[in-house]
């Protein structure tokens, strides 16, 4: 009986004790870009600045989205403009340099960011589209879990990253595209959707 009392005490002590990690994983959380970028090209998924190749089929829980508008100069990143909560992004027009809105030139980028973690490793990963099938996309996904969450509020999305073509279904041909199919609850209470085929 003592010594479960003293292991009871020792779980209790170290669960406590201030260790430091919970401020450094804080300290990422300021970050645009948490964990490894992830690339959608050749209708294949990549991983970091190596570009190593994401196993088709891989699963990870969407933690949050970011919308936000992003301006370039010379390939660098120099500004952003972040959505507050509850309200729409800026239009363009408002922004700076209005004269090259709509144009190949334009510094401005509408840009979703999708932090996601493996459900195993805990690794985590920012996935990154200006495009405007990319921007659709996670606005499918965002209005699966908005939908699922009435029914289900603690559900937790899964997408799931498949090595998948994209056949546009007008006649207009397209070399990538973006697609959303949403799947069942799991037992565990999540929502697994697929997100395929995502232009960045």
Same mark, same amino acid.
């Given at each position: 009986?003592?010594?479960?009392?003293?292991?009871?005490?020792?779980?209790?002590?170290?669960?406590? %004790?201030?260790? &430091?990690?919970?401020?450094?994983?804080?300290?990422?959380?300021?970050?645009?870009?948490?964990?490894? %970028?992830?690339?959608?090209?050749?209708?294949?998924?990549?991983? &970091?600045?190596?570009?190593?190749?994401?196993?088709?089929?891989?699963?990870?829980?969407?933690?949050?989205?970011?919308?936000?508008?992003?301006?370039?100069?010379?390939?660098?990143?120099?500004?952003?403009?972040?959505?507050?909560?509850?309200?729409?992004?800026?239009?363009?027009?408002?922004?700076?340099?209005?004269?090259?809105?709509?144009?190949?030139?334009?510094?401005?980028?509408?840009?979703?960011?999708?932090?996601?973690?493996?459900?195993?490793?805990?690794?985590?990963?920012?996935?990154?589209?200006?495009?405007?099938?990319?921007?659709?996309?996670?606005?499918? %996904?965002? &209005?699966?879990?908005?939908?699922?969450?009435?029914?289900?509020?603690?559900?937790?999305?899964?997408?799931?990253?498949?090595?998948?073509?994209?056949?546009?279904?007008?006649?207009?041909?397209?070399?990538?595209?973006?697609?959303?199919?949403?799947?069942?609850?799991?037992?565990?209470?999540?929502?697994?959707?697929?997100?395929?085929?995502?232009?960045?």
């Amino acid at each position: 009986m003592g010594q479960m009392k003293d292991l009871a005490l020792r779980d209790t002590a170290l669960a406590t %004790l201030d260790d &430091g990690w919970n401020d450094a994983a804080a300290e990422d959380e300021h970050r645009l870009i948490r964990g490894t %970028l992830l690339k959608f090209r050749d209708f294949r998924w990549y991983a &970091g600045k190596q570009g190593t190749l994401v196993e088709d089929g891989t699963r990870l829980i969407a933690l949050a989205t970011l919308a936000l508008w992003q301006r370039w100069e010379d390939g660098e990143f120099v500004e952003k403009i972040i959505r507050e909560p509850g309200k729409f992004l800026p239009a363009r027009e408002s922004l700076s340099y209005p004269e090259k809105a709509k144009s190949d030139r334009d510094p401005w980028q509408n840009t979703r960011l999708v932090y996601l973690l493996h459900p195993v490793s805990a690794a985590e990963y920012t996935f990154s589209t200006y495009s405007g099938g990319g921007r659709s996309a996670v606005s499918a %996904l965002a &209005g699966a879990i908005k939908r699922m969450r009435r029914g289900q509020p603690n559900a937790v999305p899964v997408v799931e990253l498949p090595a998948t073509r994209w056949i546009p279904s007008t006649a207009r041909s397209r070399s990538r595209g973006s697609r959303l199919s949403s799947g069942r609850l799991t037992p565990s209470g999540r929502r697994r959707c697929r997100l395929a085929s995502i232009p960045s």
